[in-house]
């Protein structure tokens, strides 16, 4: 069956983004050779992955920038292979607001989310990862629909900015499959949920 991967960055002190949804704390903004080797790590996981699961906020800025990105000639050679990958991957965008959605192999789901995730991962395919903002990972770790968590954690602390995780209403406990330690001193971590039934 396929999974649901939650792909995304955070800062040693748990925040997805800093105040204002800043995000110059990751070293795309600072060293690009150190966000290189961060980016193609996350192939890990898109390579085995064929849908991107979004949030109306991501989908909207992804929307503008990634389709131009592979070939505006300010793009390093990572924001092409991203770019071309996000516009021929399969993108599902959850939303309650948005009308439409006009980006190419996308699809938008107003219905309800676990119902159709369900769905989803009985269809054939390979994973599914959650990218974005936190506000799609919150809603997604709530429901209980992450299969697995990859968090690259940065060696920053903000003190203030939007959490990753917060509101649960029940522990999630988690067994770690994998670390990787990159040039800047950040970690990606790897955890499976932990069922019940194990």
Known sequence: MRKVILSMQMTLDGFATGPNDSMDWLPAFQ?????????????????????????????????????????????????IKFSRYADET????FSRTLDSVDWKNTRLIKADIPQEIAKLKRQPGKNMVVAGGPG??????????????????????????????????ERINLRLVDTRRFSSGAFHLRYETVTKEA
């Open 90 to 93: 399969q993108k599902i965008v």
């Open 136 to 169: 799609i990972a919150q809603t997604f770790t709530r429901l209980g629909l992450i299969d697995e968590y990859g968090i690259t954690v940065h060696p920053v602390i903000l003190g203030k900015g939007k959490p990753l995780f917060k509101d649960l209403s």
């Open 31 to 79: 060293d690009q050779e150190a966000w290189r080797d961060i980016h193609e790590a996350m192939w890990t996981e898109l390579r085995n992955a064929d849908t991107l699961l979004l949030g109306r906020v991501t989908y909207q800025i992804w929307e503008k920038y990634w389709p131009a990105a592979a070939t505006n000639p300010a793009s390093t050679p990572s924001d």
